[in-house]
């Protein structure tokens, strides 16, 4: 399995993820889609307060043009993209991309963040869980 494109998902709150994305692309000469990030750490707050104070609840914020737009970005994105990496700490939108992805019968991978000492079965749907980056950068160095 060649490893052309990762789709870098993980949390807006997350200010390792810049750092990670260039290191992977360096270290690993991978074409690294993170531009999600861009949107801050408080973008999806900003965007629950607009539209509580438009009136609007969830369900409806969620077929907005704000909403959608930034659906279809990421989903471009994703679908573009030959295999992604959920980096933890991330919450439930990354574990829905990560999901899809694999859903979609390309590679899904974690590298997790040695913080979370739960164990979890289900991530057994990931074609390889990462404890280290370090790890993380000699498997895609030979793929």
Avoid at 4 to 24: C, D, F, M, T, V
Avoid at 44 to 55: A, N, P, Q, V
Wanted: glycine share 8%; aromatic share 14%; with cysteine.
């Amino acid at each position: 399995m060649k490893i052309n494109s990762l789709y870098l998902i993980g949390s807006l709150r997350n200010e390792e993820i810049p750092k990670l994305a260039q290191s992977l692309r360096k270290n690993c000469g991978l074409d690294v889609f993170d531009d999600w990030f861009a949107a801050g750490p408080e973008a999806d707050d900003y965007w629950k307060s607009y539209e509580m104070d438009r009136g609007h609840s969830y369900a409806e914020a969620l077929r907005g043009y704000a909403a959608r737009h930034v659906f279809e970005f990421d989903l471009y994105h994703l679908n573009r993209c030959d295999s992604a990496l959920l980096a933890l700490p991330a919450g439930k939108s990354g574990h829905l991309e990560l999901g899809y992805v694999i859903g979609s019968g390309k590679p899904g991978f974690i590298l997790l963040d040695g913080q979370d000492t739960r164990f979890d079965v289900m991530y057994q749907f990931a074609e390889k869980v990462f404890h280290s980056e370090e790890e993380m950068y000699e498997y895609f160095k030979t793929k």
